[in-house]
């Protein structure tokens, strides 16, 4: 008899044990990560550009057609879309007393000479254009000089 008792004990064990993982089953299972999430992230794309094919800008001094100074450029304006629209040049004064900034478009400017950090961006706007144009104040409308020389102010779009 103690045997049958063993067997009908053994018979509910298994029974509970096999209840238990048929409700498992019948879980919804955390999803497995794909194949792909476990990949590494693609590399970033590069490029190379070459050394005398690209400089940086701020700083950079600016002459007009006829070789005047005219400054420095001292910052890029970019729209909301990441377009750059235009530079703000330090103009006139002396060794930092008395200059202004001032706003120029970006399509006024000329780099064809600009091979290493001695050479100059051209300005296609004389001195006397330029001297004309209003001040650049932050957080105010920028008023940005164009190539044909007119001023009008930079679209807010």
Not at 84 to 111: C, E
Request: overall charge negative.
């Amino acid at each position: 008899m103690r045997g049958k008792r063993c067997f009908i004990g053994l018979t509910i064990i298994l029974a509970f044990f096999a209840a238990v993982a048929s409700r498992a089953e019948d879980q919804p299972q955390a999803a497995a990560p794909s194949a792909a999430a476990k990949e590494a992230a693609p590399p970033p794309s590069v490029t190379i550009i070459g050394a005398r094919e690209a400089h940086g800008v701020l700083g950079r001094d600016v002459r007009s057609p006829t070789d005047e100074d005219m400054g420095h450029i001292v910052d890029v304006i970019v729209d909301r879309t990441g377009t750059v629209r235009a530079a703000v040049i330090d103009f006139g004064g002396f060794l930092g007393v008395g200059s202004r900034k001032i706003v120029v478009d970006w399509n006024a400017l000329h780099f064809g000479r600009v091979t290493d950090k001695s050479d100059s961006i051209t300005l296609a706007l004389t001195k006397a254009q330029v001297a004309a144009a209003p001040e650049y104040q932050e957080d105010k409308p920028i008023v940005v000089l164009g190539a044909a020389g007119s001023l009008q102010p930079l679209d807010d779009h």
